[in-house]
């Protein structure tokens, strides 16, 4: 359910690319309404220097008309030359619900345009303002004259906007179950171009904190990166890096001369993915703060020598020397490599982690890049800035249902997948949870256990699922329950031993779900996903009832708790 593959992006424009030209509604949903939930507009411009330096025109009180003129008369150079790098320029705020209560505030403005101050660029230094803002008029802040003016309203029910998800596929509109789903089909055949766009943005829940955690139910699988801080003002291997610019990439392989992926959202208009993105650039700063969001469209198979690589840049943003030189002489690029970073983004577990990371810098990029990454110990092919420290800052967030954050259930999940292979050698967990979450499988796929060795590291996963958080559970609680359920109807005698402490796993897994108030789920996994292995590959509701599904379910559950308990020798409590 990704948009297009990442062979076919390199091949030419993407369909939507014109189309999301027209894009000014987006469609934000907020779980957890309270009254100091903001939305937040950051500006930027084209780079030409200082931030006071370049707000000062807008901001003089005089001939506005020459004012204007003479800016003009600098955005065609500015532009050509440096146009591909932007600086933070402004800011502005306004809540989005009402004082005591969760209600949409329809009637809310924006503040006036702060101009950015260099030392509070950070998500930290704007909330800590934010966390104030009914005083935010005696935080001393400087004023840009002008004003943004946003409407923001409920969603209608039935939008004339075509909604496309953060994966930029349409939304279809409301069934009979009354909720909005995703469309799999081609995506230019579900939109039309007299109808404008509006794009979800993507929500991100706060575990624990949620009051409401649903499981995956679409493929989205975006990585969102976000460099943080960069310290070179110790560092001594480059004469010039005071304007910096982070230059974001995806790369599948780290020998010289490979190409980067094309998976990033671009925010340049006119294209829809692009190989590359740049963060903001602060003037005169060896110590940059960033706040630029990078959003990757991650490949379903991802292995070790899946990595971003971060390339430093100081642009020169010195103008008048450009001015006064002729027009046919070829100026120099403005831009000067100044370091490398690299993330591998599988490790030895294969797990995709997401994280705060801390890395070290290079001053040279050799091949095979990626076997240095642990490495303190001097290394002749690579030199570090700053004497190896880590000394760049960059998070990592992940939306994806494919890898899971908690250590037992990526292990299960990959024990699973080990029986699926006759070679017995481990195989990463994406396959499983992918096969599961969009082919639904059929217990009867799985081979004996004859074909995997050894029978003791499978035994170990199951009797751990029961200390999985409860936030992780629902969310892979179909991938979950289905995989179980593979394990419970296995007839391989290997499994015999094993199969108590599924059932026990299955019990403990649907109670917390019942304690947790979400039945509901259960009822949607029974009607839609599960799969009998004597029956056609159909859903239960499709020959029976609901509650006979469950009733028969459960008898079955139930019959194998007291035939498990019996051999054991205890009694149905304690198992």
Known sequence: MLPLPPNTMDTGPHPLSKYLNSTVEAVFSVTQPHEEVYLVARIEKVLQGGITTCAEPYMKLGDAVKSTQRILQQVPLLCSRLGTYHMAFAWAARPVFQSGGNKLDLTAEFTALYKQERERL?????????????????????????????????????????????????VRSRGRGGGADRDDTDTLSRVSPSCPPC????????????PRID??????????????????????????ARNISCWVQFKSSDVKGAKALPVIYSSAPGTVFCDGLHTTVLHHCTSPTFYTEVKLSLPIALSPSHHL????????????????AKSSIRQPPPETIVGYAWLPLVDEQGRLLEDTHSLPVAANLPPNYLQFTSSKAAVPDVKWVDGHRPIFRVDTRLQSPIYTQDSSLHEFFSLCEQLKHKSGQLQPAVHTALEVSLSLLSPSSLPPLSLVNPVTQIAFSPQRLAGVDLHVILQFLPILLTQLFHLLSNSSKDLETLKAEVVRTLV????????????????SYIEHIFVTRWTSPRPVQSTMTWQDSWSSTSDKVSTRVRNFCSTCGSSSRSC
Do not use: M, W
Request: aromatic residues 8%.
């Open 215 to 240: 499981p995956h139910l679409s493929l989205t699988h975006h990585l969102y990166v976000y460099p943080v801080t960069l310290k070179y003002d110790s560092q001594k291997a480059f004469a010039k």
């Open 309 to 324: 690589l971060f390339t430093f840049y100081h642009i020169s943003c010195d103008i008048a020397k450009t001015t006064k």
């Open 508 to 523: 403990e897994v649907v109670d917390k779900v019942v304690e947790a108030g979400r039945s509901d789920l259960l009822k």
């Open 199 to 210: 794009l979800e943005v993507q929500e991100f829940l706060g575990g624990f904190h949620a």
């Open 122 to 170: 950070s998500n930290e230094e704007l909330l800590k303002i934010l966390s104030d803002f009914k005083n935010i008029h005696k935080a001393k802040l400087q004023t840009i004259p002008g004003s943004l003016v946003v409407d923001v309203v409920p969603q209608p029910p039935q939008s004339k906007t075509a909604t496309l998800t953060s994966s930029l596929l349409p």
